[in-house]
């Protein structure tokens, strides 16, 4: 009797996957302040946030207990969707479960979980990183490979609608990046071209990564979940190289010397 299982009759696969999120840092635990504030932000650029999940971060706060419920649902009147709750005490765990959110642990403990898996690798980093090659074009299984390597190096236009990342490190690019295209990497993302999509370095809360580029016009730029859009870079920045730092708890663009 066989017990393998026809593709057919499966529902569904695990896969571990890396997307973009967007962190909202929380500085106040008043929902009304919070509304206010909101209310402002989001009338700058409407669109851009609509229908944005979102990553409340609580670490910040010195509060034992917050109205989870009321501040989510500050956000979806502002057209934002809470998916999680970054650090809290244990209440504030349970009351992210409770409603229906996610919970990750504050970024000092990833940062501390992060650096023994690198250190245990140390070794074999010593002896030289490896570098994995992917042409435009390979399958995503070839992709999905490389992209576990120390440093990822992709040939090619990265076009619209496509994403390539390094989850384990830096990721360079050969090539241009198009408008509606993304670019992730858990350290530093360098495009030997034209940057017109998004750019996410420092994925996982790294902030000695950067951005470097021969031509600046991204959509987004972010840095350890810092970011900026295209109409808050200076126009004197566009069009030229340009390497973006997260210093002083804020983005810094400058031209590429």
Known sequence: MSLNVDSADVAFTFKGGMLPMTVMELSSADPEHIRRQLAGKLSQSPAFFQHTPVVLSVEKLDEPHLSLERICAVCRDHKLLPVAVRGGTEPVRQSAWALGLGW????????????????????????????????????????????????????????????VSASGGDLVVIGAVNAGAEVLAAGSIHVYGALRGRALAGIHGNTQAGIYCRELAAELLSVAGNYKRLEDIDSQLLGAPAEVHFTQEQLEIKPLN
């Open 104 to 163: 990750f642990a504050p970024v000092d403990e990833s940062r501390a979980q992060m650096l023994k898996s690198v250190n245990s690798e140390s070794t074999a980093s010593e002896k030289g990183a490896p570098v994995a090659v992917i042409n435009d074009g390979e399958p995503a299984e070839a992709a999905e490979i490389a992209g576990a390597e120390t440093t990822r190096l992709y040939r090619g236009t990265v076009r619209s609608g496509q994403q």
